[in-house]
């Protein structure tokens, strides 16, 4: 199957055909001045003209704050949880149990998914919260027509039409979009909702691959920003002492911000609320670059400073992972670029470290 079309103007049918399907739908809504996954009602104005939302995907599959169970706080009772396997908030209980499609993720976000799932759902460990709501969700993506000045994913193993991960990859053609169906799953999406697409025309067949070819375009000519060099220095500043860590750690401000608005970060920490008769274990997003992060009950913090903090987020990312995954965690996305107070970015700490050249860790396409 090689795709079909639906007019914008028709979109909104999809949507309602899929609500009425009772399937929860999320696509990207505009609030005030940024894009949020939100989602969608039948009155919801879904965007097109975008370029990524404020906070990654990775929210709808790890979210921010969740409630994972509840226990009676009664030392003589017997214990009562509700059933840890599913979460008790409501609406990631909803998610996790009827499913959910989203629109509208962008392929760094989707690649970043691929990237949580070896860590929440590998042969050794499932998150039971994480995978339910990950195995039964349909992704569809838009494809980036154009990159922004801080995003670098062709750099670093992605690509603006890239599909991992995806089900169904979207193409934006003006007044009408192409659905070009991944996996099997998307594919069985395309044709239960038949009566809603059309097949394309030849013009619309060509427009698909010029925006391809453009994106591509404008692809290459943005890998060149960071993609030169030809290697890294990551073991040379593998250790604490390193001052490069300084350096690059010297105008942050310990924000975490970097970390919460990162596609593949995952850290999180798990706390207890009492309420009246019972107590909520929840799991919140947690960052690395918080000295509380790693501060022991006995008062000793092994990174007791910026410089420490900052090591561990780019080791993370650009070594630890690559060694227990395969993979550099992170997609070139720019967000943590764009959202930085003090205009730390990415790219140059990669770039620095590459001057030490030992070894590459920047793949360029
Ligand atoms: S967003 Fe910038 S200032 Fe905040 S913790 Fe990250 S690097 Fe530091
Ligand atoms: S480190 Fe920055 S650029 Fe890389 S994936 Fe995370 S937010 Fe995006």
Redesign the pocket.
Known sequence: MTGKVIKKADFKRLIEAIRKDNKKVYGPVKNEDSVSLSGLTSTSEIVFDYTMSALPGKRLFFPQTELMFTFQDNQNAPEQRTNSEKPADPEQKELSENGFIVFGLRP?DVL?LTYLDKVFANEECIDPYYAARRYNSLIISFACPTMTDTC?CTSINGSPVGSEGSDIMVYDLGESLFFSPVSEAGNDFIEGYSHIFNEPDESEIKKKEDFIAFAMRDAISNTEKIGDSDGSGIEAVNTIQSQVWGSIAERCLGCGV?TY?????HCFAIRDEKMAQKINRIRINDSCMFPGFTSEVSGHNPRNNKSSRMRQRIMH?FDYTVKNFNEIF????????QNCPANVD?REIILTINKLSVFPIIVSS
Do not use: S
């Open positions: 760094c970043a670098f970097c608005v990162c596609p593949t970060c990312k992170c997609v070139g996305c720019g967000r943590c670029i990415i």
